[in-house]
């Protein structure tokens, strides 16, 4: 129809597979000129970058802990995490805890693509007393953005050290290891006892039973541990970065 039409062609529109995309696409043909006609190019249908593989992932996490400061802090999160559960963890030691989880005969370290996003993202299951502990990490993808190749590891790094904490004490149950007894409300609990860093969530009493804590109480409670696990661990010539 080239030459017939006056034919506006686009560039990639979105590289988000679903919604986000059909809502690009949408608003492009709407914004044509008068007496043009919309078309969207082979390259508007690119739906998906590169994922960045994590590399020396081991390698990573025991940078991270060879900073005094971020390896006492590991260890007395895990202390006061037992204090709060009365459960005992497999180490105090946060080497060991990675060491020990990346030699699960059912579990380990997986990657997840990052088409869909979530990149650096992360998620823990599995009794590390009975060889299942699992943290499963999402890759960042250049759909989103590029990321510095340095610092971009260390995000990775830090991402499975909060997973691996959520290890340490084991599943709540045989069946359901996904249920950690060191949950994200105990590690924020855990957190503010040693820390009193401002911002703690209010929303939730960190001794109702499991099943009353919500997906929202879970998010403000890692979010708020999690924050000031980077401000222990994060290297600090990459802090200011994300
Ligand atoms: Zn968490």
Redesign the pocket.
């Known amino acids: 129809m080239d030459g017939f039409y006056d034919v506006v062609n686009t560039g990639p529109l979105s590289f988000d597979p679903s919604r986000a995309f059909a809502l690009a696409f949408l608003r492009a043909a709407s914004r044509t000129p008068a007496g043009r006609i919309f078309e969207a190019g082979e390259g508007a249908f690119r739906l998906k970058g590169e994922d960045i593989p994590p590399r020396n992932l081991l390698d990573h996490i025991f940078t991270l802990l060879d900073n005094d400061r971020c390896a006492n802090f590991v260890s007395n999160l895990i202390n006061v995490a037992r204090q709060l559960t009365g459960k005992k963890p497999f180490t105090y030691d946060g080497k060991k805890l990675a060491l020990a989880v990346a030699k699960q005969i059912n579990g380990g370290f997986i990657l997840r693509p990052g088409a869909s996003g979530g990149g650096g993202g ?3 299951y599995g009794d590390i007393f009975s060889g299942e502990a699992t943290v499963e990490i999402t890759m960042f993808n250049t759909a989103y953005g590029p990321r510095h190749p340095v610092r971009v590891q260390y995000a990775y790094a830090l991402a499975a050290l ?2 691996l ?2 290890l340490a004490g084991g599943g709540a149950s045989f069946n359901d290891g996904s249920r950690a007894y060191y ?2 409300v105990v ?1 924020a609990q855990a957190t503010y006892i040693l820390t009193g860093a401002p911002g703690y969530p209010k929303n939730y009493d960190p001794t109702m039973p499991w099943y009353k804590i919500t997906a929202q109480m ?1 998010a403000d ?2 979010n708020y ?2 924050d000031q696990l980077k401000e222990h661990c994060k290297p600090q010539e990459y802090y200011d970065v994300k």
């Open positions: 992360g998620s823990a909060h997973e904490l959520h949950s994200d590690l879970t409670a890692g541990w999690n």
